[in-house]
């Protein structure tokens, strides 16, 4: 079921569509003065993000990719026909053409192809909308080799980094248990109040992972 966040500062609305079998995150990221809008993670069923997109008056301005895997990029080839771009990080880029990377073949998903627009990489940012606030890209490999998650203003899209109650898994291909480590160690330097918005599940904080998520060893809480 699709929900709403508000964030009065600065002033904008995230959408959460949970989609495909995976019920994958995909957030449409908008101001409710403003046409464009930022997709992160067309998971699957394009078809909803558009109506979605449509039924607000938006248009996509670009979709980011938290990384490669098959359920968060299953949307992205009928988004990228409809001249939308497509940001990742390199490390992760190939995943967008590679079924066999991706992990479509083991789990059973119809990829088709596409290529990206713009690599992503550490210390980079990504537009809101013209003249406003911006996301910093931050990398956060372990899960993926080429995750990454996008910082605002008290928030953060972490795709399969972090959970409400969890944290990614480091046994697909390009998974790393050091990495790992070290990204949460990173992602949990931010504020106690900074909401979470993570690839599956519910948004959670950092404050309420750092001190209940029974997957963040001791060193991890550490900031």
């Given at each position: 079921?699709?929900?709403?966040?508000?964030f009065?500062?600065?002033?904008?609305?995230?959408?959460?569509?949970?989609?495909?079998?995976?019920?994958?995150n995909?957030?449409?990221?908008?101001?409710?003065?403003?046409?464009?809008?930022?997709?992160?993670?067309?998971?699957?069923?394009?078809?909803?993000?558009?109506?979605q997109?449509?039924e607000?008056?938006?248009?996509?301005?670009?979709?980011?990719?938290?990384?490669?895997?098959?359920d968060?990029?299953?949307?992205?080839?009928a988004?990228a026909?409809?001249?939308?771009?497509?940001?990742?990080?390199?490390?992760?880029?190939a995943?967008?053409?590679?079924?066999?990377?991706?992990?479509?073949f083991?789990f059973?998903?119809?990829?088709?192809?596409c290529?990206?627009?713009?690599?992503?990489n550490?210390?980079?940012?990504?537009?809101?909308?013209?003249?406003?606030?911006?996301l910093?890209?931050?990398?956060?490999?372990g899960?993926?080799?080429?995750?990454?998650?996008?910082?605002?203003?008290?928030?953060?899209?972490?795709?399969d980094?972090?959970?409400?109650?969890?944290?990614?898994r480091?046994?697909?291909l390009?998974?790393?248990?050091?990495?790992m480590?070290?990204?949460?160690?990173?992602?949990?330097?931010?504020?106690?109040?900074?909401v979470?918005?993570?690839?599956?599940?519910?948004?959670?904080t950092?404050?309420?992972e750092?001190?209940?998520?029974?997957?963040?060893?001791?060193?991890?809480?550490?900031?």
């Amino acid at each position: 079921m699709a929900y709403v966040s508000h964030f009065a500062s600065p002033p904008l609305e995230i959408l959460c569509l949970p989609l495909g079998p995976f019920q994958t995150n995909c957030y449409i990221v908008f101001h409710s003065g403003r046409k464009n809008a930022l997709v992160i993670d067309p998971a699957e069923e394009p078809e909803v993000i558009l109506s979605q997109l449509q039924e607000r008056g938006l248009t996509a301005g670009a979709a980011v990719l938290t990384h490669g895997h098959c359920d968060h990029i299953g949307a992205a080839t009928a988004l990228a026909a409809r001249g939308v771009p497509l940001l990742i990080h390199p490390s992760d880029a190939a995943k967008l053409s590679d079924p066999e990377a991706s992990g479509a073949f083991y789990f059973g998903f119809n990829q088709e192809p596409c290529q990206p627009t713009r690599l992503l990489n550490e210390g980079d940012t990504v537009d809101l909308w013209e003249g406003a606030s911006v996301l910093r890209v931050i990398h956060t490999p372990g899960h993926s080799s080429g995750s990454i998650c996008l910082i605002g203003e008290g928030f953060a899209f972490v795709g399969d980094l972090l959970f409400a109650g969890g944290i990614g898994r480091t046994d697909l291909l390009g998974g790393d248990d050091e990495a790992m480590a070290e990204s949460l160690r990173r992602i949990l330097q931010l504020p106690d109040s900074t909401v979470v918005y993570p690839g599956h599940g519910p948004i959670t904080t950092i404050g309420e992972e750092r001190e209940s998520n029974p997957f963040i060893a001791p060193a991890e809480r550490e900031s």
